[in-house]
């Protein structure tokens, strides 16, 4: 196989997302392809062209959407029994009372599933979201980018 042109046009926030844009279409348009396919996906990308076709328009302001919690909130203390080694459904356990009762879950667990768990603590609100704000960019837009250049062999 010899060496081909190509040229792409890509869409992003940045050049870098950009052509990460281009490199996730090309290698689901073209699969695998053993490594080479003739397209953007076998450029090394340091010999690329690369034009700003239309600038990105990057948001000034922020949109905020707050989830109002009413009433008194109350800190728990929460202990997470989860195996060392991955986990399955049925494996982990939440025990929101005590560490003696974290330990003792544990220990049935470990026997249970054969497997060494380890034991989180954390704080969280009870009766709450944990989530107590979103806050996307208002209106952007993303930019165009071309991208030229020739496949390696």
């Not at 040229?7 to 290698?27: C, H, I, K």
């Not at 929101?96 to 034991?119: H, P, R, S, V």
Request: aromatic residues 8%; hydrophobic residues 30%.
């Amino acid at each position: 196989m010899g060496r081909t042109n190509y040229f792409v046009r890509a869409r992003g926030y940045s050049e870098n997302e950009a052509r990460q844009n281009a490199l996730a279409d090309d290698r689901e348009y073209n699969g695998h392809q053993e490594g080479y396919s003739g397209t953007i996906c076998s450029s090394t990308g340091e010999a690329d062209k690369v034009k700003c076709v239309k600038k990105p328009k990057l948001a000034k302001r922020c949109a905020v959407s707050k989830n109002v919690c009413k009433g008194a909130r109350k800190w728990v203390t929460v202990y997470d029994v989860k195996p060392v080694y991955g986990s399955r459904v049925g494996q982990t356990a939440r025990i929101k009372t005590t560490q003696g009762d974290a330990i003792k879950k544990a220990k049935e667990l470990a026997l249970k599933n054969q497997t060494a768990y380890q034991i989180f603590i954390s704080k969280e609100l009870e009766n709450s979201k944990p989530e107590i704000a979103f806050i996307q960019p208002s209106k952007s837009e993303q930019g165009e980018w071309e991208f030229s250049g020739i496949a390696r062999e």
